[in-house]
């Protein structure tokens, strides 16, 4: 599955979660018209709208599922890979 279809998928479910495009619009701060536009047209969902989106979501849609490409999955290793030492 694509990318595209990943986040428009997520971007579906946060307008069922929140009730409408009109609801999910008001929520990250654009029209409800913009919210259809996206949908209709299978457009990526917009990079300012993600952290939006999963804040209004309570973090059932996630940054991630939205745009993979620019919210990578976190892990669970708590290094930023670099074991060098520094000090």
Same mark, same amino acid.
Not at 18 to 46: D, W, Y
Not at 59 to 66: D, F, R, S
């Given at each position: @599955?694509?990318? /595209?279809? +990943?986040? @428009? @998928?997520? &971007?579906?479910?946060?307008? %069922?979660?929140?009730?409408?495009? @009109?609801?999910?619009?008001?929520?990250?701060?654009?029209? /409800?018209?913009?919210?259809?536009?996206?949908?209709? %047209? /299978?457009?990526?969902?917009?990079?300012?709208?993600? &952290?939006? &989106?999963?804040?209004?979501?309570?973090?059932?849609?996630?940054?991630?599922?939205?745009?993979?490409? &620019?919210?990578?999955?976190? +892990?669970?290793?708590?290094?930023?890979?670099?074991?060098?030492? +520094?000090?």
């Amino acid at each position: @599955m694509e990318n /595209g279809e +990943t986040g @428009m @998928m997520a &971007l579906a479910q946060a307008v %069922r979660l929140l009730g409408s495009q @009109m609801k999910t619009g008001k929520a990250i701060g654009v029209s /409800g018209q913009a919210v259809s536009e996206v949908l209709r %047209r /299978g457009r990526r969902v917009p990079a300012e709208w993600c &952290l939006k &989106l999963q804040k209004a979501t309570g973090g059932a849609v996630t940054a991630n599922a939205l745009r993979p490409d &620019l919210y990578p999955k976190e +892990t669970d290793d708590c290094g930023g890979g670099d074991d060098r030492n +520094t000090g």
